[in-house]
């Protein structure tokens, strides 16, 4: 359960990160006390966490239909996309490597393109999305080149859960004898995934952003996919990524990883979208003709609503009410906000952008969750409160 705050605010953040599950919690327990030792020691104090590192890969390589072989642990999300693109792009030892990725990608593979261009020679295209979001699989064929060494797109947008066309862009880029990398961030464990059927070559899971501590991390490499390591040493995760294991928050992925796909065979992602729908159902029949989507209705995470309310600004609402800890699709700089550079991207207005909240649900959201959401949000941005906010052009269609 989400631990109780003042006020016990309702937490609809869980893209941000989620709440250790406290079973994943128990899982890990033991191997930060009792078993303590270095898995690579041969007597008995490394055979137990051997083992447990063992079945903590096959766990998370169960969850995206892998092989246990082709799951290397590492410290992030950000590590993980750094070692597939820069690892694929070093490992064609050619002094100009072409890269792809589109405009709306995490920071973690955007620094890591930008870095590979400024420290590398490196040729990184910027694909462009549409209204909802989505890469056009035609652009991404006319942006294949001979040189081209990878691909990266990620899953699910972290800002509106729009689902990408995943199979059919590793289909063209594969067919191209390119590299296909997908971030999953935000996907793993939210929605079916299975590697062999998408077609990638490599994959990006994060631990916090499944129910385990911030820290752990995954990226599968398909078996006969050639990386230049990221760290360089004893030669841990097959060599890609060398140093001591760090057993326990690998013992909690694997526990993570394995809920995950338990709640998922019984339907847990439904249920989300359930909620998700009742919320947005809510805020506009409360507030008629004012709720605008962003991003596409479908394909879409189950637990993500992305909306822009008509006359507010998205930050000043959720400062009007700390009952509900959620996210603005604005970045912030020493108080300056501005326009999510993902809405931006769509082509939405800076009015539009300005306007925008994201709200994520998660495994402990509940019905009255959602319904006390809808209750404060609309109180808020009644037609006596919003006094209270800055004016805000409409944010139009």
Known sequence: MIPALDGSPVYLDYNATTPVDPKVTEAMLPYLAAWFGNPSSSHAYGAEPQRALTHARRQVAELIGADPAEIVFTGSGSEADNLALR????????????????????????????????????????????????????????????????????????????????????????????????????????????????????????????????????????????LEPLIYGGGQEHGLRSGTENVALSIALGAAAQLAADELAEGGDRRIAALRDRLHAGLSARLPGRIRLNGPAEPRLPNTLNISIDGIRGHELLEAVPEIAASTGSACHSGDHRPSPVLSAMGLPDSRGLAALRISLGRWTTADDIDRTVELLTSACASDNRANFEPVERAGN
């Open 87 to 226: 690892g694929a792009a070093l490992a064609t030892k050619t002094d100009h490597p072409h890269v792809i990725t589109q405009a709306t990608e995490h920071p973690g593979v955007l620094e890591t393109c930008h870095a590979l261009e400024r420290h590398h020679g490196a040729e990184v295209t910027y694909l462009p999305v549409d209204g909802d979001g989505l890469v056009d699989p035609a652009t991404l064929s006319a942006a294949l080149t001979k040189r081209t060494a990878l691909v990266s797109i990620m899953a699910a947008n972290n800002e509106t859960g729009a689902l990408q066309p995943i199979t059919e862009l590793a289909r063209i880029t594969r067919a191209h004898g390119a590299l296909f990398h997908c971030d999953a961030a935000q996907a793993a464990g939210k929605i079916p995934l299975d590697v062999r059927d998408l077609g990638v070559d490599l994959m990006t899971i994060v631990g916090h952003k499944m129910y385990a501590p911030k820290g752990i991390a995954a990226l599968y490499v398909r078996q006969d996919v050639t």
